[in-house]
């Protein structure tokens, strides 16, 4: 079964940054999209942005598009999502989930989710 495993997230000043990591494990990693989510207390859960194992142009949702960047390294199929400029409204649980083929950025099209990890803005 298809493990993800997200790490990094903290408490950080408003204008700081941040770097999460989502580690996948448990199949192949090709034709996989690995995706961020988050959700704020009382808030339903929005994409972040998604980024296909195949490589190619990542895909951010506008609210934190030039802000967030998401890379991976393949080889040891990780996931990153790298925060700048946070602010106190990106105060959320973080997300990664993953889904073969398509890479959407919504999250009832994602099965696999990992535990999430926490980041807050203060």
């Known amino acids: 079964d298809v493990q993800l495993v997200e790490s ?41 942005g998604v980024i296909g194992s195949g490589g190619g142009t990542p895909h951010y949702a506008d609210a934190i598009k030039g802000r967030f960047t998401i890379s991976q390294d393949i080889a040891n199929t990780t996931v990153y999502l790298q925060m700048n400029s946070l602010q106190p409204e990106d105060t959320a649980m973080y997300y990664c989930a993953q889904r073969r083929v398509v890479c959407y950025l919504k999250p009832e099209y994602y099965d696999d989710w990992g535990q999430g990890t926490q980041v807050t803005v203060s």
């Open 8 to 48: 990094g997230g903290t408490t950080v000043q408003a204008g700081g940054s941040l770097n999460l990591s989502c580690k996948y494990s448990g199949g192949s990693y090709s034709g996989v999209c690995m995706a961020w989510f988050r959700q704020a207390p009382g808030k339903e859960r929005e994409g972040v």
